[in-house]
């Protein structure tokens, strides 16, 4: 079934089924945006998207008790007959009987929540955004350090569920290991998560599977990351060029977005940890505004400046 299961989005948003003979998780929502059906109700149904979750705050609500019977029952035969997903009833509003009668026959479920209508709109509405959003999957590690989302990608055994489990020791939290389900919620953002068979795993060559959430507690783990930062490992090759400034940023794509992403070469000796740890720290530093490569490049242009002045200075102190 494509979209997201109306069963599914009731239990996370807690939201109370009026039409209980209904079974949810045979109807689903596949569009994001949702829709204040007030001139549907008041009888014009064009360029109506019947796609979009309906829902009834206090405006159309009060204007349904204005109607007579009869009023009713016309409107709510044309509206219903739509193939909407389902309906939610904001601030405790309850469906009256005819309503439920139509919204049955028509296979329309219909819910409701005590929440106001525009805060509740905007809680479904990125909840849809990040249900319906493009997927992809790849294989890695994704870990929260500093509240920096650090993916750390590499060929399968270069030590990339090693890191993660040294990052984990030194405080950071866990996302995923192995596999990760990156989501693009907008042009800007991508969320990563870890597939629900694999949460809170790791494997570690050597010793096999560990539970990361028993073994060092709740505070080790997290259930979805922004991600901000791609850490690449590759093995050391002694011809290959690394970057040892970096004043200009790489970066890598993931489903249209632009990631910066750093290649670390593997090397005995060197503690990938910490590493990983001082990359997110530079990286976040960076979207405060300060770069270290930008700093030190301004301090040996104003070096070989002063520099140039002091030539000057003693030629013609020498001509003189």
Request: net charge negative.
């Amino acid at each position: 079934m494509d979209g997201v299961s109306i069963e599914k989005v009731a239990k996370k948003l807690q939201l109370k089924n009026f039409t209980q003979e209904m079974d949810l998780k045979a109807h689903a929502i596949k569009v994001a945006d949702v829709n204040r059906p007030a001139l549907q109700l008041s009888g014009y149904f064009e360029h109506f998207e019947q796609s979009r979750v309906e829902i009834i705050g206090t405006v159309e609500y009060t204007y349904l008790q204005h109607l007579n019977d009869d009023e009713k029952n016309d409107i709510y035969r044309k509206f219903l007959s739509y193939d909407i997903p389902c309906i939610i009833f904001c601030r405790d509003f309850q469906p009256d009987d005819l309503f439920l009668k139509h919204a049955v026959e028509s296979g329309v479920p219909i819910l409701g929540t005590a929440r106001s209508t525009s805060e509740f709109m905007a809680e479904l509405i990125y909840l849809l955004n990040e249900a319906l959003a493009p997927c992809i999957t790849i294989h890695g590690v994704l870990v929260d350090v500093y509240g920096e989302g650090l993916l750390i990608t590499g060929e399968s055994g270069i030590g990339k569920s090693e890191a993660a489990l040294e990052l984990i020791r030194r405080g950071h939290r866990l996302v995923t290991d192995d596999v990760v389900e990156i989501r693009k919620i907008n042009e800007r953002t991508l969320v990563g998560t870890s597939p629900d068979i694999t949460r809170h795993f790791i494997e570690l060559r050597g010793i096999g599977i560990i539970d990361v959430k028993t073994l060092f507690g709740v505070e080790c783990v997290k259930e979805k990351q922004n991600i901000d930062l791609v850490i690449k490992l590759e093995d050391w090759k002694k011809d290959n060029e690394y970057d040892r400034l970096g004043l200009e940023e790489e970066y890598t794509e993931l489903l249209g977005n632009k990631i910066v992403c750093h290649s670390l070469p593997i090397r005995p000796g060197r503690n990938l940890a910490v590493i990983c740890e001082a990359a997110a720290v530079n990286h976040r530093q960076k979207k405060m505004g300060y770069n270290a490569a930008q700093e030190l490049y301004r301090r040996v242009q104003a070096n070989l400046v002063k520099q140039g002045q002091d030539q000057e200075q003693e030629q013609e102190k020498g001509f003189l």
